[in-house]
C-alpha cells in the first residue's frame, strides 16, 4: 500500500511513500554517513545517498537513484544485526516539504471508561509496549513497537483509529524544519522597526512599534525569560555577552548544553535573539526587551512529536515566560498531533510560574498562503500557528502595509514590522565571522515573520516586567486590544480583525502604557478568549472545542459568542460546558431551513440562563460542543468565544 489515511488532530492526512527515500535507526551508533551504513549494516546492493540527520531521533535519511530499488534495500538493511529501525518516508497530503519519517513509536489515548484490562489487551494485540504516561493527555501514552508488532505504525495507527476503545492513535512522527527567514545583503544601518522617522526612500514615519513610548517605563527585566527555540546561537556575542543574560542553554541538535551554531548555515537564531533581547551596551544593536533574560534553545533541523515535546517541557520545567518560534513544518500541510497539541497547550495554559501559562508564539510564514485553506490546488494547513493558545504573528513592512510574503488568515493575532519589498529590511546580531550572513558581526537583511515574531516576543516580555502575575491569555488580550489598524483601506478588517494583518501592527507604547495604566485605556477586568476553530461539524455527528480561562477568578458576568456555518440550522445543537460540569444549553435545535448561526448570549440579559456558573470560578476548561442532529445538511464551527468579568 503506498498510501495511507489517518486522523491526525481533527483532520483526515494521506500518508504517501517517498519513492526513492528512507531513514535507519541503528540499535548502537548512527548510520550518518554512506560509510557508517554500509559498516553498520554491510553494503546495499543498491546506490544510495545519505541525505540528513534526524539528530533527537538518532534516524538517517537515505535516497535510493533508482526508485525500483527502495524495496529490496530497505528489506536488506531490516536483516542487519545493527539495524533497529528501517522505514519508508511519507508525503503529507503531496504538500511541498514532505519527508515525514515514522518514528516507532505512537500517541494512543484510550476513551475513559475503558479499563485496565481492556487497554492491556489492545496492547498486545498490536505488540506495543507503554513508554509513558502524558499528563497533559488524559488517559494518553506513548508507547512503541517491538518485535510482536506485525505491522507499521501507520498501518497500526489506522486500524486503532477504527476501535470503540480508542480516542486517539497517531503515530509519531519526525519532520524537517522551515525556518521562516528570507535572508538578503541590503543595507540597512539603522533599526526602523523600533522608531520610524521616514526620512529616507522605502520608510513611512509611525511604520514601527513604539518602542521609545514603551522604553519610558520599561526596558524588561532579568526576572523575565525569553526562549528562543531555533537553529542555533553565537552566545559570545557581544550583544548577549553579558552578565545574568543568558539562562539555562540547552541544544537538542546535539544533545548538550552548548547552543552554538553547529552546520554551516545555523545563522538563523543569532538574529532571531537579536530582535527581541539584544542588550543595550552602547554598540551594536538593541532588541525591543533589552534587559530580559536569554533562554537559548538549540532545535535539531529534524521536528518529531517526542522532540516537541521534549523542547516545550525544558522551557516549562525551566521557567521561561515567553516562547518564540520563527518556523514550522517543512510540509504546507501539516496538522498537529495530539501531543504536539496538547504540549503546546500545557504550556501556554500552565507553563509559566504559578501556572499563568507562556507565551507562545509562531511565525505565520512567508509563502503568501493561507493558514488553513488552498492555494493553487495546494492545501495550507499550518498546524502551529493555527494552535488556539500560540499567537500566530504575521509581517508588515516600513511602509505600514501588507508583506507580501506573510502568511494570512482568521487565525492570525497580529502583525509586526519586518521586511517586504519596497520597503526596507531588518537590523540585528549576526553570527560572527565569515559564516555568518555577512562578514561583519550584524546583518542589515533579516526578514520574514521569522524577524516579526521574536519583535512580538520583546514585547510580550516587556508586558510582564511590569505586570509578571498577567496570565498569557491576558499578555495575547492586551497586545491585540492596543495594536494599530493599519492599511483599513486594504486590510478588510471585520470586528477588528484582518486576514492580512489580524488585530492590526503591534504597538508597545501603547500596550505598556495599558499595563501601567497611564493609557487613555485602562486593564481590563473583563477577559475575553477567542478560538477561531474553522472545524467541519460531521452529519449527524458532534465536535467538541476548549477554550481553558487561566485566571483563579469567579464568574461575575458571562458573555458567550458563536460563530457557525450551516445550511440547515434547525439541524444543530450547542451546548456550554463549564469547568465545573455544569450544562448551558445555547441553541436546540431553532431556526428551521434558516442558514447559519452567529449568537452572543449575555448573563446581564439572560441570568437565568447562566445561574449555575456565575458566582463560580472561571478557572480552567471551558468546553463547546456542536451536536448536527439530523441528516444531510453540514456546516463549519467558525468561531467561538468567551467573556468573563471579574474583580
Not at 156 to 172: G, T
Not at 469 to 488: C, N, P
Not at 577 to 586: D, F, N, R
Amino acid at each position: 500500500m503506498d498510501e495511507i489515511k489517518l486522523k491526525r488532530g481533527s483532520r483526515d492526512v494521506i500518508f504517501r511513500k517517498l519513492p526513492h527515500h528512507f531513514a535507519v535507526r541503528l540499535k548502537q551508533g548512527k548510520a550518518s554517513s554512506d560509510a557508517a551504513l554500509e559498516s553498520a549494516c554491510g553494503a546495499p546492493k543498491a546506490e544510495t545517498h545519505h541525505i540528513d540527520s534526524a539528530t533527537v531521533e538518532k534516524m538517517d535519511v537515505f535516497a535510493v537513484r533508482d526508485a525500483n530499488q527502495l524495496e529490496g534495500t530497505m528489506d536488506e538493511l531490516r536483516k542487519a544485526p545493527l539495524s533497529d529501525v528501517v522505514t519508508h518516508l511519507y508525503a503529507l497530503d503531496d504538500t511541498p516539504g514532505g519527508g515525514a519519517i515514522p518514528t516507532g513509536t505512537m500517541t494512543l489515548q484510550f476513551k475513559s471508561d475503558v479499563s485496565r484490562e481492556e487497554r492491556e489487551r489492545v496492547l498486545e494485540t498490536f505488540g506495543l509496549e507503554v513508554l509513558e504516561e502524558l499528563d497533559f493527555l488524559p488517559n494518553g501514552y506513548t508507547v512503541r513497537l517491538t518485535d510482536a508488532s506485525t505491522e507499521n505504525p501507520l498501518k497500526i495507527a489506522a486500524k486503532l483509529q477504527s476501535r470503540p476503545e480508542i480516542e486517539v492513535a497517531e503515530p509519531d512522527l519526525s519532520v524537517q524544519i522551515s525556518f521562516k527567514h528570507i535572508p538578503a545583503d541590503t543595507l540597512y544601518p539603522q533599526q526602523w522597526h523600533l522608531k520610524n522617522r521616514g526620512d529616507r526612500i522605502g520608510l513611512t514615519a509611525g511604520a514601527d512599534v513604539k518602542a521609545e513610548e514603551a522604553w519610558d517605563h520599561t526596558r524588561g527585566s532579568r526576572d523575565i525569560v525569553i526562549c528562543i527555540m531555533d537553529d542555533g546561537f553565537d552566545l559570545e556575542h557581544s550583544d548577549f555577552q553579558v552578565s545574568g543574560k543568558i539562562v539555562a542553554p540547552r541544544d537538542f541538535g546535539d544533545e548538550d548544553f552548548d547552543p552554538s551554531p553547529g552546520l554551516e548555515d545555523d545563522n538563523h537564531g543569532t538574529a532571531c535573539a537579536g530582535v527581541a533581547i539584544a542588550e543595550e551596551n552602547g554598540g551594536g544593536v538593541v532588541g525591543l526587551a533589552p534587559r530580559c533574560a536569554f533562554m537559548p534553545i538549540r532545535t535539531s533541523r529534524w521536528i518529531s512529536d517526542e522532540s516537541i515535546k521534549t523542547l516545550f517541557q525544558y522551557a516549562i520545567d525551566h521557567h521561561a515566560d515567553v516562547i518564540s518560534c520563527s518556523w514550522s513544518a517543512g510540509a504546507w500541510n501539516f496538522p498537529l498531533s495530539a501531543k504536539m497539541h496538547g504540549i503546546i497547550r500545557k504550556a501556554a495554559t500552565q507553563g509559566r510560574r504559578n501556572g499563568r501559562g507562556c507565551v507562545v508564539l509562531f511565525a505565520a510564514g512567508n509563502e503568501s498562503r493561507p493558514l488553513d485553506g488552498e492555494k493553487d490546488g495546494q492545501v495550507s494547513h499550518q498546524g502551529f500557528a493555527m494552535h488556539p493558545n500560540v499567537m500566530a504573528v504575521g509581517a508588515s513592512n516600513s511602509l505600514d502595509k501588507h508583506s507580501s510574503y506573510s502568511n494570512f488568515g482568521p487565525e492570525l493575532a497580529f502583525c509586526a514590522p519586518s521586511s517586504g519589498s519596497p520597503g526596507r529590511r531588518i537590523v540585528t546580531t549576526d553570527r560572527r565571522g565569515v559564516r555568518g550572513y555577512s562578514a561583519d558581526d550584524y546583518t542589515l537583511g533579516f526578514g520574514g515573520t521569522s524577524s516579526a515574531t521574536p519583535l512580538a516576543a520583546g514585547l510580550a516580555g516587556l508586558i510582564l516586567a511590569l505586570d509578571p502575575d498577567l496570565g498569557s491569555a491576558e499578555v495575547k488580550r492586551i497586545m491585540m486590544d492596543t495594536a494599530d489598524k493599519i492599511d483599513e483601506s486594504n486590510g478588510d478588517y471585520t470586528e477588528g480583525h484582518s486576514p492580512l494583518y489580524g488585530h492590526g501592527r503591534i504597538n508597545a507604547g501603547r500596550a505598556v502604557g495599558l499595563v501601567t495604566g497611564e493609557s487613555e485605556a485602562r486593564l481590563p477586568r473583563v477577559l475575553y478568549m477567542e478560538h477561531r476553530v474553522n472545524r467541519s461539524i460531521p452529519d449527524q455527528g458532534e465536535i467538541d472545542d476548549i477554550i481553558t480561562f487561566p485566571l483563579e477568578v469567579d464568574c461575575r458576568e458571562l458573555e458567550v459568542n458563536v460563530q457557525i456555518r450551516h445550511t440547515w440550522r434547525g439541524d444543530l445543537r450547542v451546548l456550554l460546558m463549564s469547568p465545573q460540569g455544569a450544562e448551558i444549553l445555547l441553541v436546540d435545535r431553532t431556526g428551521g431551513s434558516q442558514d447559519d448561526i452567529t449568537l452572543s448570549l449575555r448573563s446581564s440579559d439572560d441570568p437565568g440562563l447562566f445561574s449555575t456558573v456565575l458566582g463560580a470560578s472561571a478557572s480552567g476548561e471551558w468546553r463547546l460542543r456542536v451536536m448536527d442532529m439530523a441528516r444531510q445538511d453540514v456546516g463549519v464551527l467558525a468561531r467561538w468565544g468567551l467573556a468573563v468579568t471579574y474583580g
